[in-house]
């Protein structure tokens, strides 16, 4: 029972990942020629450009679950390293402050990359 439901819920994943992966390429297609209507939801308003948002949001949306997720994982192990060996806190503490730095800059990075997505395409 338990194989059958990791079996379905990677099926899902894999499913969204791959909606995911295609959706810019359908979002940013061209138009047809003379077809502006069947894109345009209000007039100046495109439809894609409101879907790019959308997926700029959900970008930032896992950036900052994966970021966090990151920086959790490392403060777990760095607690369970002093507490397993009090005379290295120091040496451990240094470690992940910088490696949990490091994180924070590239999902910064990343949620910069997702905004000037998002206002290049909507702006």
């Known amino acids: ?3 059958q439901i990791s079996k379905w819920m990677f099926l899902v994943v ?9 959706a810019p390429a359908a979002v940013l ?26 997926g700029a949001g959900i970008g930032v949306g896992f950036l900052v679950f994966g970021a966090g997720f990151g920086i ?5 192990a760095a607690c ?4 397993r060996q ?5 040496n451990i503490s240094g470690a992940m402050i910088l490696t949990a730095a490091l994180i924070e ?14 206002l290049k395409v909507t702006g």
Not at 72 to 76: F, N
């Open 1 to 3: 029972m338990r194989r």
């Open 14 to 22: 894999a499913a969204g990942v791959l909606l995911m992966a295609l």
């Open 29 to 54: 297609a061209a138009p047809p020629e003379g077809d502006t209507e069947a894109v345009t939801a209000a007039p100046g308003v495109t439809l894609g450009g409101g879907l790019v948002g959308l």
């Open 72 to 76: 959790s994982r490392i403060a777990s």
């Open 80 to 83: 369970e390293s002093i507490a």
């Open 86 to 90: 009090p005379e290295a806190a120091g």
């Open 105 to 118: 800059g590239v999902a910064l990075f990343g949620a910069i990359i997702c905004l000037l997505v998002a």
